[in-house]
Nanobody, 117 residues
């Protein structure tokens, strides 16, 4: 599967952005899709995910501000980010996997989100 993410940009604190990720290739059988992020000088961290049955999980740092959704017909996953904070600044990566029991093993190219104070 190939993942193409878009929607990053520069926004002021308190603002909103929407990230989208389109999956192509062997999309049948994709189980979970999610978003990770990596801030400068830090390790990549989990942000949110949505399973094939629609169950969602969020990092504590984004709960109540970010919403992940999935359009199964269009093979897209979207991350709506509201109430952005400077600490949300990072490169955001879309991820996918076929098996729930393993770590994410398919990654998009990343899209930069910059939140100014």
């Amino acid at each position: 599967v190939q993942l193409q993410a878009c929607g990053g940009g520069l926004v002021q604190a308190g603002g909103s952005l929407r990230l989208s990720c389109v999956a192509s290739g062997t999309i049948v059988g994709i189980n979970d899709m999610g978003w990770y992020r990596q801030a400068p000088g830090k390790q990549r961290e989990f942000v949110a995910e949505i399973t094939s049955d629609g169950t969602t999980n969020y990092a504590d740092s984004v709960k109540g501000r970010f919403t992940i959704s999935r359009d199964y017909a269009k093979n897209t996953v979207t991350l709506q980010m509201n109430g952005l904070k400077p600490e949300d600044t990072a490169v955001y990566y879309c991820a996918a996997k076929y098996l729930r029991e393993i770590p994410y093993n398919y990654w998009g190219q990343g899209t930069l989100v910059t939140v100014s104070s």
